[in-house]
């Protein structure tokens, strides 16, 4: 195995015996194999007339997702999803009566032996022989499985976008084809202008279902009947278990990713939407086995299972681990089936208290935008002398403890703008308001990344600036997995310069390319607190 996709890889080199996050040799082979299984997909559907029949993009998104850290440790499932990718592959070449000359259009296979004897060719080493151009092409590739995982929750509530899935072909075949270094970084900038597409798709498909994210105190404490604890970023998922649990006498907590679910209008109806339990998922295996009751997953991130809530733990959609019980799909129109995780919630004591606070969310662009003359006449009269961008992703390394000082040490005249699970790092901080906005402004999921794109360029448009690197905003970004690389993508697209990365640059970038994104685009990787919060006021 060789995987180098998260933050988390062994340093310097990539994973190569068994991950970080618990993945082990043979899940990564598999998992390189339905990739590659994608790209054969993507070949075979170059002869295709656009716009492609959706099922293919559909499916290549729920492939990609899996693949996407943290989220299926199931080899039985990503198998599975093997067998249909070759099927769907071929159906494809007797629709267009063509076979592309590549081993990913060709080779067959149906058995898990079949399948790891294509290990070697599946990969990362085998994108190229050159370092620069396989780290390109590793850029590439993180960056759809992101953008794949967010279009995977759009086409949930029914929103696609053809021009994503025609992205698919373009940049999953581009990873089997010999390419320049200028031809593929022509690919990953339009990886980023698709990912803006996603998140703008994602965000529409959210609030016109259940609608616009409002200002929220969300509670951190426990109440006495028992609880089903819902984590990831699905909130179809969400819709459906607090449907599915009105009047059963149990509560329904939120936890890691799922936070940002209390900000929508259409969940606040509930009376047993009750709180938000624990931290960011790093911290599950503690907190899943202090909640006592039932836990569902909806998608990353899944850490080792420990044996004391194995038996209450479900994954559903594109999530898996071995030994747990797997919700399946909705029937078209529709709901999951959650009854089994209900009943279990009901022999079970309720959970440990863990802490009893609050956390405001919910500022999201139309939020903000809302508030946005009181924002700006902050901004105009010296309240508000700064924003900072710190949304992404949190992770276990001591090193993050970087993100939780930046915050604190920012002076108390500047805003932090976040989205993600990077927030827990600092979201439960006394850090204060300004004339009455709060002084960390969640807008959501890393996913709502995209409203502070948003509230970004509407600031630029209000004060009237050609370049939105003249607003008074810095990126101090924390990546873990590959949609903070879609985000990352999106973010350079939109011509952002300066940001910071951390707390590493990525391994898969070579110190060629490493230097290049660094001289296009001014990203840098994280310094001291100190000098980073000194250099962010002076707008460096
Ligand atoms: Fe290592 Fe990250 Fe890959 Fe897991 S996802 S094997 S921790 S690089
Ligand atoms: Fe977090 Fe996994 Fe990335 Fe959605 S839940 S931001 S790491």
Not at 31 to 57: F, H, M, N, S, W
Not at 93 to 99: A, C, D, E, I, V
Not at 352 to 375: P, R, S, W, Y
Not at 394 to 405: F, V
Request: net charge negative; charged share 20%.
């Amino acid at each position: 195995m060789h995987c180098d996709q998260c933050q988390e890889s062994i340093k310097g080199t990539g994973c190569f015996v068994r991950g970080v996050c618990g993945k082990d040799e043979r899940t990564a082979a598999l998992q390189d194999v339905l990739v590659y299984a994608t790209e054969g997909i993507a070949l075979c559907a170059e002869a295709l007339p656009q716009p492609l029949d959706r099922k293919y993009g559909r499916f290549i998104s729920e492939c990609l997702f899996v693949t996407v850290t943290n989220t299926n440790f199931d080899d039985v499932s990503i198998e599975v999803q093997i067998q249909k990718a070759l099927a769907m592959r071929d159906e494809i070449k007797t629709l267009t009566g063509t076979t592309p000359e590549h081993d990913a259009a060709t080779w067959s296979g149906s058995t898990r032996e079949e399948f790891l004897g294509k290990a070697m060719a599946s990969s990362i080493d085998s994108l190229s022989a050159d370092p620069d151009l396989r780290s390109l092409k590793s850029l590439l590739l993180y960056g759809i499985k992101g953008l794949a995982a967010y279009t995977d929750h759009a086409a949930v509530l029914g929103y696609n976008d053809d021009d994503i899935y025609a992205f698919y072909v373009k940049g999953l075949s581009a990873l089997t084809k010999e390419l320049s270094a200028d031809e593929l970084l022509g690919l990953v900038m339009e990886c980023g202008a698709t990912a803006v597409k996603a998140m703008a798709l994602l965000d529409k498909a959210n609030t016109e279902t259940y609608g616009n994210p409002e200002i929220t105190t969300v509670k951190t404490g426990v109440g006495t009947r028992p609880g089903i604890l819902i984590s990831g970023h699905d909130l179809r998922d969400m819709e459906d278990l607090l449907k599915q649990t009105e009047g059963a006498g149990v509560d329904v907590y939120t936890h890691c990713e799922m936070l940002p679910a209390h900000y929508y209008p259409a969940f606040k109806k509930y009376d047993h939407f009750v709180g938000n339990y624990g931290n960011s998922w790093w911290s599950q295996d503690q907190e899943f086995e202090s909640f006592n009751g039932p836990i569902l997953m909806t998608t990353n991130c899944i850490v080792p299972v420990r044996e004391s809530y194995r038996n209450r733990m479900f994954t559903t959609g594109m999530a898996g681990y071995p030994g747990l019980k797997h919700i399946p799909a909705r029937a078209e129109g529709g709901q999951k089936d959650f009854s089994e995780i209900v009943e279990l919630a009901k022999t079970c004591k309720a959970p440990t208290m863990l802490e009893n606070g609050e956390i405001v969310g919910g500022f999201a662009h139309t939020q903000v935008l809302a508030l946005a003359d009181k924002v700006v006449d902050a901004v105009k009269s010296g309240a508000i002398k700064r924003f900072v961008v710190m949304a992404g992703c949190d992770g276990r390394h001591a090193t993050r403890k970087y993100y939780t000082d930046v915050a604190e040490a920012l002076p108390k005249d500047t805003i932090i703008l976040t989205a993600g699970c990077a927030k827990y790092r600092y979201n439960k901080l006394p850090l204060g308001d300004i004339g009455g906005i709060p002084r960390v402004l969640d807008a959501g999921q890393c996913n709502d990344s995209y409203s502070l794109a948003v509230i970004a360029m509407k600031l630029q448009e209000v004060f009237g600036l050609d370049d939105i690197n003249d607003l008074p905003i810095s990126y101090d970004i924390a990546w873990y997995e590959q949609k903070a690389v879609t985000v990352l993508l999106a973010l350079l697209y939109l011509g952002v310069k300066g940001i910071r990365l951390g707390p590493t640059l990525p391994e898969f970038l070579t110190p060629n390319i490493a230097t290049a994104l660094v001289k296009t685009f001014d990203l840098k990787p994280i310094g001291t607190v100190d000098a980073d919060v000194e250099a962010m006021m002076a707008g460096n």
